[in-house]
C-alpha cells in the first residue's frame, strides 16, 4: 500500500501542461517569425516603387503604371493626345533585381467611355531588370523610365468618361522628388 500512495499524477500533469504551454508558445509565435521574415529587401524594394508613376516606354509611349506595395496594380498606355488608349491589371513581385509581372484584365477607351473586361491572368511572365532607381529594362531590350510620381491618379473605372494624359486634373504640375 504504501508503494501506491508514492504514485501521483501530480508529475505526470505538470509535463503534459509544460508541454501544452510549450506548443502554444510556438504556435503564437510562428506567426510572428514568419511576418518577420517577409520583410526582405524585395519587400522594401516593392514598398519603395509603390505608387502612381508616370512612365515613358519604348517610342515614347506615355505609360501610367499604379503599383501597390502588395503586388497588386494597374498599367494604363495614352495615345499621343493624351487619350488612354489601353490599360490592364498587372500583377508584380520584385526577387533580387528582377521585377517579375503578369498582367491580366484589360480595359480601353470607345466612344469616350471606359470599357473593362478582366478576363483572368496571363500565362505569360514579364521581366524586368532593374538598372537604377528610375529605369527597368525588359528582358527584350525595351526600357521603362519611371519620370515622376502622380499624387492624383485613380484608377478609371468601367463606364467612366476616359482619363487625358494631359488634363490638369489628372497630372499635377509638380514633380516629385526621387523617392529611391
Known sequence: MKLLRQYSFRPVLLSLLQAYALVMTVFFLLPAVAAA???????????RWAGNWLVVGNGDE???????ADGSGYAHGFKADGQLSHGF?????????TVRIRTGG???????MVYAQFTGWSP??????VIDGRHWRQHNG???AFQRRLADWETPSHGAE???????RDIPE???ANDN
Open 37 to 47: 521574415q517577409e520583410q526582405t529587401p524585395d519587400l522594401a524594394a516593392a514598398e
Open 62 to 68: 506615355q505609360l501610367v503604371w499604379q503599383l501597390k
Open 89 to 97: 491589371a498587372i500583377s508584380w513581385r520584385i526577387e533580387g533585381n
Open 106 to 112: 484589360t480595359l480601353h477607351c470607345n466612344a469616350g
Open 124 to 129: 505569360v511572365t514579364l521581366d524586368f531588370n
Open 142 to 144: 525595351g526600357i521603362l
Open 162 to 168: 476616359c482619363p487625358n494624359l494631359y488634363s490638369e
Open 174 to 176: 509638380q514633380t516629385a
